[in-house]
């Protein structure tokens, strides 16, 4: 008999519970305690969010909520999973011939079958961590890729992660539907049945076919290595095959140490794939979704989680149900990568009123206290741009400031969102406090210098320069 991992009830799904106690389940009693447990946690962001899209995924193919606002308001209305009609969806899927083994031989679950013409060797089962160095320059200095096995709870999770977050590479390896990975986000409910719940949208907000090809489990259909593919449905796509992986176990079942992973298939319009869980951005020249960038920092970039247009879908539809809570719990979830390289992982936990979704005079407001942060940061940047003055401490005094506009921004956001507010009027005061502010910065910096005569002219000079700067703003804002 060979290996064999039921991912059904082996434990796999990464879980913390009410008392906060962490814990491996099967993926039916997790969803049998969804009610009772706190919400899905790793130590990687990027396998964490894996693990809730796969969930939401299952969910919506086996529950099938039609309306956004009924279905899904009904189904927190519920308050817990109805597992009666989870196994009717078992049943089916395997009257279809469908295995939700791991280590199936003909059809492993969320893998493709071994062929030999694509599956010529196999790799360290850790090619799946892209938080490990690949390629021969990194493997010279380190070692672990070769050492490194996972349990088959691991393994699955490293494939999932594998799948949502691929970059384009070299040798023709395909990003996902997504291009290269977006900000990925979630509504963290009060327990971890709404946040699965709020994860979902309903089918009829849905523009693809929903499940014409069906989710990648119940297709029968060989994925081929670099295949172009100009067309998808909603559940193929949100767990979409840009990689060829077939996990390898040993002989006992509970070690994976080596894996099959080639091309998968190559999806050539991402610019028509709308994910329910990302942010886009508007421009002259199209929409695009949101990536993690440098210079695309949180806060600066606000209305993209504000605008019904940009805004996340499961976002836009939490707005129309009918609930309690005035504050939405929204966490993103990303990685900041540079063509196929992996630079940082991240996890955002934000709160925004539900109020501030859609509302376009808070937009405005946020839109353009953002502008006037970065005109003043800007100008606080070049009036420190001396010989004398590194551009370390210039840069550490521009991300002070900004620091302080965060905090403030944050402050204000359920004010901007009460209707009559007074927006015109306390734009004025918190630009006043950012001028203060940026002036305190560059008289810190110059402070702290010790500068020589002509340098000390030439900063005084500067420093008029940033106060004409104030006085422009204010004169602009006063038109």
Not at 74 to 80: C, D, I, N, T, V
């Amino acid at each position: 008999m060979g290996a064999s991992f039921d991912i059904l009830r082996k434990p796999w799904v990464p879980a913390v519970d009410a008392a906060g106690q962490t814990m491996e389940l099967g993926l039916l009693e997790t969803l049998e305690r969804a009610h009772e447990l706190q919400a899905i946690q790793t130590a990687s962001p990027m396998e964490e969010y894996s693990v809730y899209r796969f969930l939401i995924v299952f969910l919506m193919d086996a529950l099938r909520p039609e309306d956004g606002e009924e279905d899904i308001g009904g189904l927190l209305e519920a308050e817990q999973f109805d597992m009666e009609a989870i196994q009717d969806y078992l049943t089916q899927c395997r009257k279809e011939g469908v295995s939700f083994d791991l280590f199936d031989v003909e059809r492993p679950f969320l893998q493709t079958a071994y062929v030999e013409a694509w599956d010529r060797e196999a790799k360290p089962v850790s090619t799946l961590d892209y938080t490990i160095p690949n390629g021969n320059n990194h493997i010279h200095f380190d070692h672990r890729r070769n050492e490194i096995s996972y349990t088959p709870g691991k393994a699955l999770r490293m494939l999932l992660t594998a799948q949502n977050f691929c970059t384009a590479e070299a040798q023709g390896y395909p990003s996902n539907v997504n291009g290269a990975p977006p900000w990925f986000a979630l509504i963290q409910g009060e327990n971890l049945f709404q946040t699965l719940v709020l994860g979902m949208i309903g089918t009829d907000e849905i523009l693809l076919p929903f499940d014409e090809p069906p989710v990648l489990w119940r297709n029968k259909k060989e994925i081929t290595a670099k295949q172009e593919v100009a067309k998808t449905s909603w559940l193929y796509g949100m767990l979409f095959p840009a990689r060829r992986i077939h996990l390898l176990p040993d002989e006992t079942g509970e070690r994976v140490s080596e894996v099959y992973l080639s091309q998968g298939l190559n999806y050539v319009v991402t610019n028509v794939w709308k994910d329910p869980h990302v942010p886009y951005r508007t421009t002259d020249k199209g929409r695009f979704n949101w990536k993690p960038n440098d210079d695309e920092t949180i806060w600066r970039n606000l209305t993209y989680l504000l605008d019904e247009k940009d805004t996340p879908q499961i976002v836009e539809q939490r707005k129309h149900l009918n609930l309690d809570e005035e504050t939405i719990h929204l966490v993103l979830y990303g990685v900041q990568t540079n063509k196929a390289s992996y630079l940082r992982q991240q996890r955002h936990d934000l709160r925004l009123p539900v109020q501030l979704i859609g509302n376009e005079p808070a937009e405005r407001f946020i839109h353009r206290y953002i502008e006037r942060a970065e005109q003043l940061g800007e100008a606080l940047y070049r009036s420190l741009n001396q010989e004398e003055i590194s551009k370390e401490t210039r840069v550490e005094a521009q991300q002070r400031f900004y620091g302080v506009c965060e905090q403030i921004l944050w402050a204000l956001l359920d004010t901007i969102s009460q209707p009559g507010a007074d927006l015109n009027e306390l734009f004025q005061q918190k630009r006043e406090e950012m001028i203060r502010e940026v002036l305190a910065q560059a008289d810190r910096v110059l402070e702290d210098q010790t500068l020589r005569g002509r340098t000390i002219l030439t900063s005084g000079e500067k420093w008029k320069s940033l106060w004409k700067e104030c006085e422009k703003i204010r004169k602009e804002d006063a038109r």
